[in-house]
Each structure stands twice: as C-alpha cells, then as structure tokens.
C-alpha cells in the first residue's frame, strides 16, 4: 500500500486533472477520493476519455478520516471552507485556489471582492519552492502561488532579495498565458472562435488579483506596494505563460549575476545563456521555469520567464510543495527518466 492518502477537491477541472495525473505517477500516493459537483456518482473518465474510472464525489460527501492530505482544486472564493475542515480533521492543505496567498482578509476582501470564508488560517506558508524551501517542509497547510504571481516572483525574488531594484521606480510585467488559465467553464472570451487568430489584453494595469501575492511577497524585502504595473494577455493556444519582465535595477550585471546564482542548483528553474530567449516551447507540459536575461543599458534589465501553466504554475508546484511537506525527494513524479539522469 502507498504511504500516503490524498483526496483532490475539483478533480474535473484543468489543474485539478493536471494534479491527479502526477499523482497518479507518484510513487508514495494513493488518491483516496475526487470531488466533483457537476459530476458526482459518475467518475472521472465522464469528465476526461484517457483517465481511470476513479468515481466522482460531492464535496459534502468525503471522509476526511481517509486521508492524510487534501488538494484543493476549486474556484478562487471556494476552497477556505474545505481548508478549514481538513485542517480541523488534521489533515494536511495544498490549496491551488487563491483563497490562503494573502495575509490578511482585508487584502483578500479587496482584490476578490467577497468576504474571506475561514479568516483565522491565515497567514499561511506561501508555497514558492526556490524561494520558501525551508518553511514549506513539514508545514500543514500551504498556499499554491498563482500561475502568473509564479512566473513574476521567479523572476523578481532574488533581485529585491539582493536590494538591486531601483527604488520608486514602476516594475512593468506585460504577462500572456493559454486560455486554460482561465478554467475549463465556458466564456465567450475563450471559445474557439474568439481566441484563434486573435491576441487580446485584459484586466491591464492595476486590477488582476495575482498583483496582490506579488507585491505582498516583494515586500518582505522592503519593495514597496504600488509600484507592479502588470498588462496580461490571452495568447490563442491552450496552455503556458511568458512573462516579459522589465526590472530597473541598480546594475544590469549584477543582477543578471544574483539571479544566475539564485537559480543555479535549482533542479526545475533553468536560464539560458546569454543571447538565448525564453519561449513556451522550452516548458509546455513539463513542470520547469526557463529565465533568459537581457541587459539593457546599465540600470535595465530584460527578465523573460516561461512556465506551464498548469503545472509549474499550479499542479506540479502543488506536486512539488507535497514532496517537500512529506519529506520526499522534491521532484518526485516530476522529472523524466531523461531528466533525471541529465542532473
């Protein structure tokens, strides 16, 4: 029998079906229960042709007794209340929903626009393995970065870490992602024949919520809040992102050198060498990061971050935290064979 029992909270859904793929590789899991309201009494094959006929419960319906950790999978405003039973079952929390990435219910209540549903959990641990390593091993309940917030932080962490931002001076982020980031629900704005052959801006500025997890974590190393102008984009393809990231710092080599540092014996973050440009191709359906460094002048530098969105930047980041939390290798059901014997 597999060490450890894990339930996922919104298993039809993409990231929730990304998740159970990799779990289903994992060596020390056993997925106990799947919820799904849409889909309850039926299982999950009813949701995705290729997967096992693992059945489909309601939400209301599992026993927390049966497992030892939970995947929470559902809409941002959805997962705290389940955070809180499980917690309450003492069981352990990965949260893939944005419901515990804030500190503070105010904060939360502003960017989300509801109430928080279980204010007494946080803060919580904020699950950016390559920054949070430490914190995150053996904790009980984490937060899983926002897919964008992902992408932005590996690429600005190390620079406020090392006090190389420029202070006061506006860091632009002009961000484009799959149209899977938007959820597997229907929207007009994602259907075929909106998105193919069309590239279209939204919630450009100040107003996506991923701004708030940012410039909360930014400001442990003193960034100031107010200074993160992010423009993301529907690009029309089905999954990744790629962030151009255009940091003033205070010296271009030396912050292409702290992040270079940062990064260099992290098994799922890679940069490429000089005059090499991150794209999409370089991470689709793997969990790695790809950074490329372009200085511009001597105060400018040119961050591009590619991930996929579903996994590094939600399922196997998830994979990854629950690595760390029940003291397995890290990259466990995460790399290739080929990649392995690479490292």
């Known amino acids: ?205 100040r107003v996506h919520p991923h701004i708030s997890e940012v410039e909360q974590q930014l400001a442990v190393s003193g960034i100031k809040k107010g200074r993160l102008i992010f423009s993301p984009h529907l690009l029309p393809v089905d999954r990744g992102i790629l962030a151009a990231i255009y940091a003033p710092v205070k010296n271009a080599q030396q912050a292409v050198m702290v992040i270079r540092q940062a990064y260099n014996s992290e098994p799922l973050v890679n940069i490429l060498p000089e005059g090499e440009l991150a794209a999409l191709a370089h991470v689709v359906r793997t969990p790695n990061a790809m950074l490329s460094l372009t200085p511009v002048g001597e105060n400018s530098l040119i961050i591009m971050v590619a991930i996929d969105n579903l996994l590094k930047g939600a399922a196997s980041q998830a994979v990854q935290n629950f690595n760390l939390m029940f003291g397995f290798d890290e990259t466990t059901a995460l790399l290739t064979a080929f990649q392995r014997a690479a490292r």
């Open 1 to 205: 029998m597999k060490g450890v029992k894990v339930g996922v909270y919104g298993g039809t859904g993409y990231s929730g079906w990304a998740l159970i793929q990799l779990l289903l590789g994992h060596p020390e899991v056993a997925i106990q229960f799947v919820t799904s309201e849409r889909l309850a009494g039926k299982d999950l094959s009813n949701a995705w042709p290729l997967a096992p006929k693992i059945p489909l419960q309601s939400a209301s319906e599992v026993d927390l007794q049966q497992v030892d950790c939970v995947f929470l999978c559902l809409p941002h405003t959805r997962s705290a209340k389940f955070a809180a039973n499980a917690k309450n079952a003492d069981v352990s929390v990965i949260d893939i929903s944005a419901d515990l990435r804030l500190n503070n219910p105010e904060d939360y209540q502003y960017w989300y626009k509801v109430p928080h549903a279980a204010p007494d959990l946080l803060p919580v641990v904020y699950g950016l393995p390559e920054h949070y390593r430490e914190q995150i091993k053996g904790e009980k309940l984490v937060a899983n970065p926002g897919c964008y917030a992902t992408a932005i932080l590996l690429g600005l962490l190390p620079l406020a870490q090392a006090e190389l931002l420029t202070e006061d001076m506006p860091i632009v982020v002009d961000a484009k992602s799959g149209t899977t980031g938007a959820g597997r629900n229907p929207k007009q704005n994602t259907l075929f024949s909106e998105v193919h052959g069309n590239f279209s801006p939204y919630k450009i500025g």
